[in-house]
C-alpha cells in the first residue's frame, strides 16, 4: 500500500482521475436513460461506444489525416476535430437507434418478456463484437495525433494536459446540454412521463415509439462523444474497447442509481476517481477489486444507488 | 408429434453409433499425415502466431517441392487457440484426436502451452514450441516437449544487461501484464537487477489508462522501465509514458518485439530496448527471405524458429517415421541444423547453443544492437 503516492501526487491523480470519469459518465447516461424508460440493461451499448471509436478513426482517414503527419494547428486543427467528433456522435446514434429497431421494438410490441430482451441485447453486443474482430482481422488500431499535446499549466505537482482539459470541460457542456433537453424540451417530456408510467403516458397521447428512439438516440449520441474524447485522449481502440469502459460505466450508472441523470453523471466522476486512486495506493491490479467492493458496499446501505432510481427525480 | 419424435430418436441413435464406432484417438492414421501449428491466428496476439504460421507453411512448401509424392498432406493443420488458455483448453483434446496429426509446431504461448501440453502428452504427440519461453513448460510437456529458443531464464538476465549496457547507474521499475509469461519473464529480470529495482505494478491484459501506474514510476525516480507483457498493450502504456512528458528507457521482451508495436505507438516507440531469443529470418538467411516473400508469406518475428521447428519434423518424415511415437523419438535424439541454430534438444527437451539478441528501435525499425548477442556478454 503506497499511501505516500496518493498525498503526493494527489492533485495530478484526481485530475486524470476526472478525465476518465468524464467517459464513464458520457457512456453511462446511455445506460441511464434506456433504463429509465424501459427498465431495461441495453448491453449493447458498449458496442455502441465501439463503433463510435471506429468512426471518428474513418472520419480522421476521410479528412486526409494519417497516422505520420505532425499535429495540425489552428482552425484546420478544429475543424478536423469537430468533424470526428459529430462523425463518432452521429454513427453511434444512428448504431443505437437501429438496435432498438431490430433487436427490442418487435419484442417489446409483442410483449416479450424481459428476459428476453435481455437475450436479445447480450446477441447484439456479441454480433456487433465479432463483425468488427472480423473487419480489423482482431488487430487493434491507432488514431493518428491531430491536436499536439500539451501541459498547459502545473498546479500543485499536477501536470495539466490540453486534452484532458477539454475532455473534462466537452463532456461537462453536452451533459449539461442532456439535462436541459430531458427537462424543458417537448422530447424530455415525453421520456420522463414514459419512465414514469408508461400506460398513462400512451392514454395522454405521447407517441411512445418516438419517444423510445429518442432515448435511444440521446443516450447513441452521449456514448459517440465519449467514444470520441476516448479516442482522442488514448488513441487506439480495437474491437473489444467496449467490454472494460462498458462494464465501468455500467457500474457508474449503478452506483450513481440507474435510471437517474444525476446519478449517472455523479457516479462516472466517482469511478474514475476512485479507480485512479485505488490503482495508485494498492496497484493496478487492484483496482477492479477495489472499485467492486465498495460498489457492493454503497448497494448495501442505499440498494437504489446514491441518487435512487429514476429519471423524474433528475429534474433540477 | 410422434413422427417428429421418432425421427429424433432416429438420428440421435445413428449419431450415437457413429460416435461409438468412431477410431479410439493415436489410431494409425490412413490419409496424409498432417504437420499442426497451435498459436494465436486471430484476437488481439494473432500478428505473432501469423509470424509463425508462415514459417510452417513455407517450410512444408519448401518439402513438398523437393519431395514430390511424399506422404505429407500440403495444408497445415492450423490450431488458433487466440493465445489465451481458457481457448487452448477445449481445443486440444480435438487436436489430439486427429489421428493424421502426427506433430505439432507450437503452442506459441506460455499459458496455453500450460493446458495444452498434459492433452498432447496423454496422446503422445510431439511438439516443438519456436516462442512459448516459460521456464516451467517441460514438466506439463515431459517426453514430448521441445523448445525450439531459450526460456526466459536466459531472457530476464538478457533484458537486464541490455538495460544496464545502456546506463550504468540504472534504476529500473518493473511492470508486467499478469500473464503467465509476463510474470515468469519480469521474476528473471528481477533476480539479475536485484538492488536496481525501485518499484513495481501490475496491470492486467485490458487496462488502458495507465495514468497511476507513470505516477508510481515518476516518484521511483527510475530512469529505465521494463515491461513485461505483450505488445498492444506495450504500445498504448509507452505512448501514455511519453505523453506524460518521461522520457525514461523503455524495455520489454520479445512479448513486444513484433512491427506491430512501433506501428501502434509510432514516435514513442523510438529507442525501445527489446530483447528476443529470436533471430530475425532476414538475418538468418536474406535468400529464403526473398523467396518466402516471392511465395506470398511475411517473415516476422519467430518465422526463423517455426520454419526450423517444422523442418525437424519434415525431416523425421522423410527418414521413414510415419506416426508420433517414432516421431517423436527421432527429434529428441536427432538433431537438425536449422537456419537460427543446430536444433539439438537435452533430455528436457531444452535447445542448446542458442542466444538471446537485443534490439532497439531507430526511425520506425527494429535494428539488433552491437552487443546483440546477449548471453555472450
Not at chain 1, 289 to 316: D, H, M, N, Y
Not at chain 2, 187 to 195: E, M, Q, R, S, Y
Request: aromatic share 10%; with cysteine; hydrophobic share 50%.
Amino acid at each position: 500500500m503506497d499511501f505516500a503516492l496518493l498525498h503526493d501526487a494527489f492533485w495530478g491523480l484526481t485530475f486524470d482521475g476526472l478525465a476518465l470519469g468524464a467517459i464513464y459518465a458520457l457512456i453511462s447516461l446511455g445506460y441511464t436513460l434506456v433504463y429509465g424508460v424501459l427498465r431495461l440493461i441495453n448491453f449493447a451499448h458498449s458496442e455502441v461506444f465501439m463503433i463510435g471509436t471506429f468512426s471518428a478513426l474513418v472520419a480522421s482517414g476521410i479528412m486526409g489525416v494519417k497516422v505520420e503527419d505532425d499535429p495540425r494547428t489552428g482552425w484546420n486543427m478544429i475543424f478536423t476535430l469537430l468533424i470526428c467528433l459529430v462523425a463518432a456522435m452521429l454513427a453511434s446514434g444512428i448504431t443505437a437507434v437501429l438496435v432498438e429497431i431490430v433487436a427490442y421494438r418487435r419484442l417489446r410490441q409483442r410483449g416479450a418478456t424481459k428476459l428476453a430482451t435481455l437475450i436479445s441485447a447480450i446477441g447484439v453486443s456479441i454480433s456487433l463484437v465479432e463483425l468488427f474482430r472480423i473487419i480489423t482481422d482482431s488487430l487493434p488500431r491507432e488514431f493518428p495525433r491531430i491536436m499536439d499535446k500539451t501541459f498547459l499549466f502545473s498546479y500543485a505537482g499536477a501536470d495539466i494536459r490540453n486534452d484532458k482539459v477539454i475532455v473534462i470541460i466537452a463532456a461537462g457542456l453536452m451533459m449539461f446540454a442532456l439535462e436541459r433537453f430531458i427537462s424543458k424540451s417537448r422530447y424530455g417530456k415525453g421520456i420522463r412521463a414514459v419512465s414514469m408510467d408508461e400506460n398513462t403516458a400512451t392514454l395522454m397521447g405521447v407517441n411512445i415509439n418516438k419517444v423510445i428512439t429518442v432515448t435511444f438516440l440521446a443516450g447513441g449520441l452521449m456514448a459517440g462523444a465519449a467514444a470520441f474524447f476516448y479516442i482522442l485522449v488514448y488513441e487506439n481502440t480495437s474491437f473489444k474497447v467496449g467490454f472494460f469502459l462498458g462494464i465501468s460505466a455500467f457500474t457508474a450508472a449503478v452506483l450513481g442509481g440507474i435510471g437517474n441523470l444525476k446519478g449517472a453523471l455523479f457516479g462516472g466522476f466517482v469511478l474514475g476517481i476512485l479507480e485512479t486512486y485505488t490503482s495508485a495506493v494498492f496497484g493496478t491490479a487492484w483496482k477492479a477489486v477495489i472499485s467492486f467492493l465498495i460498489l457492493v458496499l454503497v448497494l448495501l446501505i442505499k440498494p437504489t444507488g446514491l441518487f435512487g432510481e429514476s429519471i423524474q427525480q433528475a429534474r433540477v | 408429434m410422434k413422427k417428429i419424435i421418432s425421427a429424433i430418436a432416429t438420428v440421435a441413435l445413428v449419431v450415437g453409433t457413429a460416435v461409438a464406432v468412431a477410431p479410439a484417438a493415436n489410431a494409425a492414421c490412413s490419409g496424409k499425415l498432417k504437420i499442426a501449428y497451435q498459436g494465436p491466428l486471430t484476437g488481439p496476439e494473432a500478428a505473432l502466431g501469423i509470424n509463425e504460421l508462415n514459417g510452417v507453411k513455407f517450410a512444408l512448401k519448401k518439402f513438398l517441392d523437393a519431395n514430390k509424392g511424399a506422404n505429407v498432406d500440403p495444408t497445415v493443420y492450423e490450431v488458433d487457440d487466440q493465445g489465451d488458455p481458457a481457448v487452448a483448453g477445449p481445443i486440444a483434446p480435438k487436436v489430439a484426436a486427429e489421428e493424421c496429426v502426427v506433430a505439432l509446431v507450437g503452442p506459441a504461448y506460455s499459458g496455453a502451452s500450460k493446458v495444452s501440453l498434459p492433452v498432447y502428452l496423454s496422446a503422445g504427440l510431439p511438439i516443438i514450441t519456436p516462442s512459448a519461453t516459460n521456464p516451467t513448460l517441460p514438466s506439463f510437456g515431459k517426453s514430448i516437449f521441445h523448445r525450439a529458443v531459450l526460456t526466459d531464464d536466459y531472457q530476464g538476465p538478457a533484458a537486464a544487461r541490455l538495460i544496464v549496457s545502456k546506463n550504468k547507474n540504472a534504476k529500473v521499475f518493473l511492470v508486467n501484464d499478469a500473464s503467465d509469461y509476463a510474470v515468469g519473464l519480469q521474476k528473471t529480470v528481477d533476480i539479475t537487477l536485484a538492488g536496481r529495482v525501485v518499484g513495481k505494478d501490475v496491470t492486467p491484459t485490458g487496462t488502458t489508462d495507465f495514468t497511476a501506474t507513470i505516477a508510481k514510476i515518476k516518484k521511483s525516480k527510475a530512469t529505465a522501465v521494463f515491461y513485461s507483457g505483450y505488445f498492444s498493450q506495450a504500445a498504448v502504456f509507452v505512448k501514455q509514458l511519453r505523453d506524460s512528458g518521461s522520457k525514461i528507457i523503455f524495455a520489454s521482451g520479445d512479448g513486444t518485439l513484433d512491427d506491430q508495436f512501433i506501428k501502434l505507438a509510432r514516435k514513442a516507440a523510438e529507442g525501445a530496448l527489446l530483447t528476443a531469443p529470436a533471430v530475425p529470418f532476414e538475418t538468418a538467411s536474406p535468400k529464403l527471405a526473398k523467396e518466402m516473400v516471392a511465395a506470398g508469406w511475411k517473415p516476422g518475428v519467430y518465422t526463423t524458429e517455426s520454419f526450423d521447428a517444422a523442418n525437424f519434423f519434415l525431416d523425421a518424415i522423410k527418414a521413414g517415421n510415419t506416426d508420433r511415437a517414432s516421431i517423436n523419438k527421432y527429434v529428441s535424439t536427432k538433431s537438425h541444423k536449422g537456419l537460427s541454430k543446430t536444433l539439438k534438444f537435452d533430455a528436457d527437451g531444452e535447445v542448446s547453443g542458442a542466444d538471446v539478441n537485443g534490439f532497439i528501435v531507430k526511425n520506425g525499425k527494429l535494428v539488433p544492437v552491437s552487443n546483440h548477442r546477449l548471453r555472450l556478454l
